[in-house]
């Protein structure tokens, strides 16, 4: 028996091989399966063909010859009535092949009720707040709204630790993170609670609050951290296109849909909403007659608003940029940028307003592109107990109209959870064969032949 043994265990090691070689994310996680389970059985073989049978021969007494031989060991009721029902089953092989086959179908067809999940949540106990105010905040109102959040939660007994980071996302103290960019308008806060029961209270409570009017001024997140491949949000559906005006009016509509279902919470899309800018138009007879361009005016401007370094304060090996710029609080006014006065050539004061025109404009805070093309991404959380990928099919199956509406360029795209389990099966995808061949192989070499090979 130690041949079939080998057989079987390798076959079954076989079988997790493709996770143990995919070159992917979660690949990543799913690697060490292959190799714990194959020396695991492994190793159980050994002890099955060598180890018990030493320790049976050690341990064991000698035992005693059975009355009536060989045979009479197996007369007995128990094993009678296995054999009544071994002799049943082989005389009704059709009866039993086809229930096997329903009951396999039956099995098939529940399938379908199912609930999928990619990598499940992770049992971490931090609670990760994000808070997101509208793109162009100074940081001082982020820090501001994000103190308001931070003492609501020190107040919490779930709260054992509480840390805010403005401007930026947190440091990556797990795999299945990634930092966010520095944006002066983005705050984390990361909660540490004593267990995953208080983890999951004061996200409900918190969420409540908030919903209350914590933070009416920010859009807050309340999550936690998962297993698997990072992605931002569960559930995402990127709309692409050359249009950036034409992208908003195809991504409002996606937005609708998304908010629209009870499946979904804290729809938002990346670019953020439109913010006024203030945009300066110069005159350029008015700009010629007094003897100025336009990189003359751009750079006192930028002397009056932002300043520009001048020199360097040193010290040692350190040295520190000395910036020159208009004192006051006025270059903080856009209603006064009118005011601020220029020289001339010669000398002269010139006043703003008099060689070009203000005028305010809506515009995007922030584009993003992929390959090249601008790119919105609509995304959303999921209500507790749900699984992204049903949510995901069932939103996507709602946005069918939308994409058979769309002119030419423009395109829908799932993202998400779902795009990083199709990553991963794509995957595993050119190692199945391989897998196949391999158990094929070990199985002929057992049998020792292909028609028996086929039956297994």
Do not use: C
Not at 3 to 28: C, D, H, K, R, W
Not at 333 to 348: E, R, Y
């Amino acid at each position: 028996t130690a041949a079939p043994m080998l057989a079987g265990t390798l076959v079954t090691a076989i079988g997790f091989m493709p996770n143990g070689f995919a070159q992917s994310t979660a690949g990543e996680y799913t690697s060490n399966m292959f190799w714990i389970v194959g020396l695991a059985l492994i190793a159980s073989w050994v002890v099955a063909v060598v180890f018990t049978p030493y320790l049976g021969v050690k341990l064991l007494p000698e035992i005693k010859k059975h009355e009536g031989g060989h045979e009479a060991i197996y007369d007995t009721p128990r094993y009678n009535r296995f054999r009544q029902l071994l002799g049943f089953v082989i005389r009704r092989k059709w009866l039993i092949a086809g229930s096997v086959v329903g009951a396999f179908l039956v099995a098939a067809l529940g399938m379908s009720v199912v609930k999928k999940q990619f990598f499940p949540t992770s049992d971490r106990p931090e609670v990760l707040v994000e808070v997101q105010m509208p793109y162009g905040t100074s940081i001082e109102q982020t820090s501001a709204t994000t103190a308001k959040v931070e003492a609501w939660l020190a107040g919490q007994p779930e709260a054992k630790t509480v840390t805010a980071y403005v401007g930026q996302g947190a440091p990556r103290f797990y795999l299945a993170m990634a930092p966010e960019l520095p944006d002066p308008s983005f705050a984390k806060i990361v909660t540490l609670t004593q267990s995953e029961e208080a983890r999951e209270a004061l996200k409900f409570r918190l969420r409540q609050a908030l919903a209350d009017g914590l933070a009416p001024q920010a859009r807050v997140r309340v999550t936690q951290l998962v297993f698997g491949p990072y992605s931002p949000f569960p559930v995402a559906f990127r709309v692409m296109g050359p249009d950036p005006g034409k992208l908003r009016d195809i991504a409002e509509q996606v937005r609708a849909v998304m908010q629209a279902s009870p499946q979904m919470r804290t729809v938002n899309a990346d670019w953020g909403e439109r913010v006024p800018t203030v945009r300066f138009s110069l005159d350029q007879d008015r700009l010629q007659s007094i003897g100025l361009t336009s990189s003359d005016v751009a750079q006192q401007l930028q002397f009056l608003l932002s300043g520009i370094p001048i020199t360097d304060v040193r010290e040692d090996i350190r040295s520190v940029q000395i910036v020159a710029r208009s004192a006051g609080n006025a270059r903080l006014d856009p209603s006064k940028i009118t005011d601020f006065t220029l020289v001339g050539t010669a000398g002269q004061r010139i006043p703003l307003s008099q060689i070009g025109t203000v005028e305010i404009r809506m515009e995007d805070p922030i584009l993003r592109r992929r390959d090249r093309t601008p790119t919105i991404t609509v995304r959303g959380d999921i209500a507790e107990g749900l699984q992204p990928p049903d949510v995901s099919t069932a939103v996507w199956k709602q946005l069918q109209p939308i994409i058979a509406k769309l002119p030419s360029g423009y395109q829908i795209e799932e993202g998400g959870s779902i795009e990083e389990s199709g990553k991963a099966n794509r995957a595993l995808a050119p190692l199945f064969p391989i897998m196949l061949a391999l158990t094929l192989i070990t199985i002929i070499f057992q049998v020792r032949s292909i028609s028996l090979m086929m039956m297994v």
